[in-house]
């Protein structure tokens, strides 16, 4: 690791921690999870934006990878701050807003996902060599490009449909709901992967490594907090309607047509 990269590194961590903890220090005294995705896409966004200044080459390819992060992240933090304007809280905190202890780990782990997401665009970032673009840069690209419009296009058919008085109670089960039980998630990890593909073209040796951030995405998304959560809720609600069975039999869980 050489000393820029890992300056970067180290900086990286205490500012994602510090943004983490100063705002869990807020939460806590007034008991809200308001602004708890909006501040990890946040820092997200601020993070890839600063890592390209700190190391000032601005090449094409770190350019392109650096905006599509931040593209993203003020998608995704913009949608979940309106959502828990409109709804008042997210159930995930149900137990914890009033505990400053448990609270407290959730902005860490919170803390951890922003690092972790990041490692490829650090890396990237710290790059003083160009290698040319080539078909790992544009393929991972297009599967940035399809993950970020299924994923928001997926938010987007929820949001209607939860908005229209007529489906409260109902589950939603057409567009890509219809193909994929968590189309959003799907979108999610696979333009992570994408990013990993692309900054990887400037990659080498331990480097590569660095997969361990999609990676992570993908197991905290369909083993941890995303998939499980929503999937024990849903049967939850409804294992006594038949049609939500059918559709939990046909449907693929996150894969569409696959899986």
Do not use: C
């Not at 914890?96 to 490692?119: C, E, K």
């Not at 970032?125 to 490009?145: H, L």
Request: charged share 15%; glycine share 8%; aromatic share 18%.
């Amino acid at each position: 690791m050489t000393n820029d990269m890992g300056n970067v590194f180290v900086k990286t961590a205490v500012v994602d921690v510090g943004i983490q903890w100063g705002l869990w220090l807020i939460a806590a005294i007034f008991k809200t999870e308001k602004f708890y995705d909006l501040a990890g896409s946040g820092t997200i966004a601020l993070l890839a934006y600063q890592t390209l200044q700190w190391n000032k080459t601005h090449f094409f390819r770190q350019t392109v990878q650096s905006r599509m992060v931040m593209l993203w992240a003020f998608r995704l933090g913009m949608f979940l701050f309106i959502r828990i304007l409109k709804y008042g809280h997210d159930r995930r905190f149900n137990h914890v807003r009033t505990n400053p202890g448990s609270f407290f780990v959730y902005w860490t782990i919170q803390a951890l996902w922003v690092y972790v997401t990041l490692l490829p665009t650090m890396i990237l970032n710290t790059k003083n060599q160009d290698p040319e673009i080539g078909t790992r840069d544009y393929v991972g690209w297009s599967m940035w490009f399809v993950g970020f419009v299924i994923e928001a296009l997926a938010d987007y058919q929820k949001s209607i449909f939860r908005n229209n008085p007529a489906n409260e109670g109902k589950f939603i089960q057409h567009g890509l709901w219809s193909i994929s039980r968590h189309p959003n998630y799907f979108g999610e990890i696979l333009l992570w992967f994408g990013l990993y593909l692309s900054a990887s073209s400037s990659m080498k040796g331990y480097e590569y490594a660095s997969v361990l951030s999609p990676m992570f995405i993908a197991v905290l998304l369909t083993k941890v907090s995303g998939i499980p959560i929503l999937e024990k809720y849903g049967m939850k609600k409804w294992s006594g309607d038949p049609s939500y069975l059918e559709y939990t039999r046909r449907t693929p869980l996150l894969i569409p047509f696959l899986y």
